[in-house]
């Protein structure tokens, strides 16, 4: 079973709507989660951290289910800047190998 | 503040010829280094981290090898490329240890082997 799974997508999505993804990790003994976003020919870009309690920064948000083993952003109000890969990545206290999830490409349309 | 740096930026090497690329993190002390290579439209693979200098733990088998000369260098190499080679490299640096802090990237090397 792969470590870090996220649906490949595309997502082609409407400017000004809601668009969510989810990222499923393998591994229970995961404690730390970051939502990444990469943009074409780039280098990936840390966009937030995920905590426990879910958090929140402007149109994002990203949740943490521990029972389910998944993590989630969801963009509100989305722009054609969204427009990117989003790069979910997950990692073990004690661990310093970090996966990725391989990501998930999102299309904002005009 | 800390900051990453790669060379060069994009590079063509034919089959069979050496490669050494560099990176190097300014700004901290003792961090974590990865290598990390991203071929066209796919995923990162891990190829090589590093907790401190002279360790390197390799992830992949492959013809590449990596050294960490410096705290804050990290070296990637290979004697002999191959077509299979080719991909964007991406150097990170982690600020702690244990896995729980976020992850920093360079701005890559684009490798094209011909």
């Known amino acids: 079973r792969k470590e870090v799974e996220q649906d490949p997508g595309p997502f082609n999505v409407p400017e000004g709507a809601t668009v969510a993804f989810n990222c499923t990790y393998s591994?229970?003994?995961?404690?730390?989660f970051f939502w990444y976003r990469q943009d074409c020919r780039k280098e990936p870009k840390l966009l937030m951290s995920?905590?426990?309690s879910g958090n929140e920064d402007g149109r994002f948000t990203a949740q943490l289910n521990r029972a389910s083993q998944y993590i989630s952003l969801l963009i509100r109000d989305s722009k054609l800047s969204d427009s990117a890969t989003y790069l979910c990545?997950?990692?073990?206290?004690?661990?310093?190998?970090?996966?990725f999830g391989k990501g998930t490409r999102l299309h904002i349309l005009p | 503040s800390q900051t990453i740096h790669q060379w060069p930026a994009t590079l063509v090497q034919p089959v069979g010829s050496p490669l050494s690329l560099e990176c190097t993190v300014e700004?901290?002390?003792?961090?974590?280094l990865y290598w990390y290579r991203q071929a066209a439209g796919r995923g990162l693979q891990l190829l090589f981290y590093?907790?401190?200098?002279?360790?390197i733990s390799s992830e992949v088998p492959q013809n590449l090898s990596a050294s960490r000369p410096q705290d804050r260098q990290f070296i990637l190499s290979s004697k002999k490329l191959l077509l299979s080679d080719s991909g964007f490299y991406l150097c990170?640096?982690?600020?702690?240890?244990?896995?729980?802090?976020?992850?920093?990237f360079g701005p890559g090397t684009r490798l094209t082997v011909t």
């Open positions: 990170a640096w982690t600020p702690m240890k244990g896995g729980l802090y976020e992850q920093y």
């Open positions: 591994n229970s003994a995961s404690q730390s």
């Open positions: 995920v905590y426990s």
């Open positions: 990545v997950v990692n073990e206290f004690g661990d310093d190998k970090i996966i």
């Open positions: 700004g901290t002390s003792n961090p974590n």
């Open positions: 590093s907790v401190g200098i002279g360790q």
